[in-house]
């Protein structure tokens, strides 16, 4: 018997069903195979299982509690899994499936500000990153056609790395020594010094302490950097399989700039790390060791990935990936097996030494070790001009230093060397968070080389060259922005900077 309430609820129905047909007719159902294998032993990191007789390398497989692994070792009788997540809640027994696709993680805008794990997910609570493209996290490097040479510098606001071992923008340069030196300061200050240049920045941690995160990101934050930044985490209680792939991942990241013609600087700190994850990673699958125990594609692993970086063709957009490579050494050893890779593969080193940081010399870059094999060639010409015999001069001081410690007597031209050269050591010193402008270095270098700063004290050449950087930009905004635009300085132009150096240094004296 009819009811008022199904009279009521008769058209509803009749809409809600066919709706269903209508949907139902235009994504037809259809009966999908599912290859599902069986976890049969875990490890710290790792997993075996059986049952997956079809799965390819490096492709993605799924544990229950959607917890994610790769397909690393492909055996006969058993394939080894990389885990991606924790895997406590995980035991022998348990299925694993294919999922047919590589690892990927999702690219675009959304990323900037915000800290993010090498899949994606957000550690900054603030909520999901709404991306609407993803990319593989292995991809090729881009072909040799595919490149341009590198000509634009990449100024890191650090007198002594822009005037004596220059970067440009698609450089791979390597930053090496030993702990608590110094060497992710140069990063960070490297990051501030983007800040309104229109280049995305990318910090990627591997294996480092989560306070030591914590307080770079924080240090991002309080200078306003984070709006161009990418912070990707793989902390050392991470899993060894995420700290092997995020430095990959953080790359793809930077490729999706990239190729849309923009300029991006990424750090990864520390690839030493990254290099023992995969070590643990490979004797845990059995993996034959080789020297030190790593495994013999070691040199291959780092290869493939900074490779990725470079300067692309106009053609392709002119897009740059500039990669900072961080690595620490162990008691000065530059000739150990993961530094000696690193400094072969990459297109220079900037070397920090114990010697100089105990001495309070920061930052503590030992030039005479140090190099840049591309970069000089983009250097801007103002600093050819002003300090092209500037690297040769500080390390003759630095030779003619240690032998005048012998209290040998000097004649008087060499003693003027040697208060020349300390006056040159004390202009390259600088304070970190604190970069420098490109017009500002080249005043200050040119007045030092000069020897208008041989009557400065030395405990008062820090506050004279802050005084004469603001002075030039102030009085001489012409020749400030011909700097800038990469004009060679001509004599006249040194002739004002000279000029107006010296009369602000004779107010300073007075």
Not at 218 to 235: Q, S, T
Not at 320 to 341: G, K
Not at 355 to 367: S, T
Request: aromatic share 6%; charged share 25%.
């Amino acid at each position: 018997m009819a009811t008022p309430e199904l009279d009521i609820l008769k058209p509803v129905l009749e809409d809600v069903f066919a709706a269903f047909e209508q949907v139902e007719g235009q994504y037809p159902f259809e009966l999908r195979s599912q290859e599902v294998g069986t976890v049969t032993s875990l490890g710290h990191g790792i997993a075996r299982a059986t049952g997956l007789t079809h799965v390819q390398s490096e492709e993605l497989v799924k544990f229950p509690g959607d917890r994610m692994g790769i397909a690393f070792n492909l055996d006969p009788e058993e394939v080894g899994l990389i885990l991606l997540d924790d895997s406590r809640s995980l035991k022998a027994g348990c299925e694993v499936q294919r999922t047919g696709r590589v690892l990927d993680v999702p690219v675009g805008e959304a990323f900037l500000g915000r800290v993010v794990d090498a899949t994606g997910r957000p550690l900054d609570h603030r909520g999901i990153v709404r991306t609407f493209e993803r990319r593989a996290v292995e991809r090729e490097a881009p072909a040799i056609m595919d490149r341009a040479p590198v000509t634009v510098p990449l100024q890191t606001g650090i007198k002594v790395i822009d005037a004596l071992i220059p970067i440009g923008r698609g450089q791979r340069e390597l930053i090496l020594g030993d702990r608590q030196t110094g060497k992710t300061a140069i990063a960070i200050d490297t990051i501030l010094n983007q800040k309104g240049k229109d280049i995305i920045c990318i910090y990627c941690a591997i294996g480092q302490r989560s306070s030591a995160v914590a307080k770079l990101i924080a240090e991002l934050r309080d200078r306003n950097a984070m709006d161009y930044c990418i912070v990707v985490v793989a902390g050392g209680e991470a899993t060894p399989g995420l700290q092997y792939i995020t430095p990959y991942a953080a790359t793809t990241m930077a490729e999706y700039f990239m190729e849309q013609g923009r300029d991006v600087l990424i750090i990864y700190d520390d690839l030493i790390q990254h290099a023992r994850a995969y070590r643990e990673l490979s004797l845990l699958l059995r993996r034959p060791p080789g020297r030190e125990a790593f495994p013999g594609d070691i040199f291959y692993i780092h290869a493939r990935l900074l490779e990725r970086a470079t300067h692309l063709h106009p053609d392709l957009g002119g897009g740059s990936l500039t990669a900072l490579p961080i690595i620490e050494t162990e008691a000065q050893n530059l000739s150990a097996y993961i530094p000696t890779n690193l400094v072969s593969i990459t297109d220079g080193q900037i070397y920090l030494t114990p010697d100089l940081f105990q001495k309070g010399i920061f930052p503590a870059v030992d030039v005479g070790k140090s190099v840049s094999r591309v970069g000089g060639k983009a250097q801007l010409p103002a600093y050819r001009s002003v300090a092209g015999d500037l690297r040769l001069s500080y390390s003759q001081f630095e030779e003619l230093e240690s032998f005048a410690r012998f209290g040998t007597r000097l004649e008087a031209s060499t003693l003027q060397s040697l208060d020349r050269g300390r006056r040159v050591r004390e202009v390259l010193q600088q304070r970190q968070y604190q970069p420098l402008s490109v017009e500002g270095q080249i005043a200050v270098l040119l007045a030092v080389t000069q020897g208008l700063f041989d009557t400065v004290p030395l405990d008062q050449v820090s506050e004279v060259e802050d005084q004469v950087g603001q002075a030039v930009q102030r009085e001489l905004p012409e020749i400030c922005d011909r700097i800038q635009s990469g004009t060679k300085l001509s004599e006249d132009d040194r002739n004002s900077l000279l000029q107006c150096i010296a009369a602000n240094l004779s107010n300073w004296s007075e």
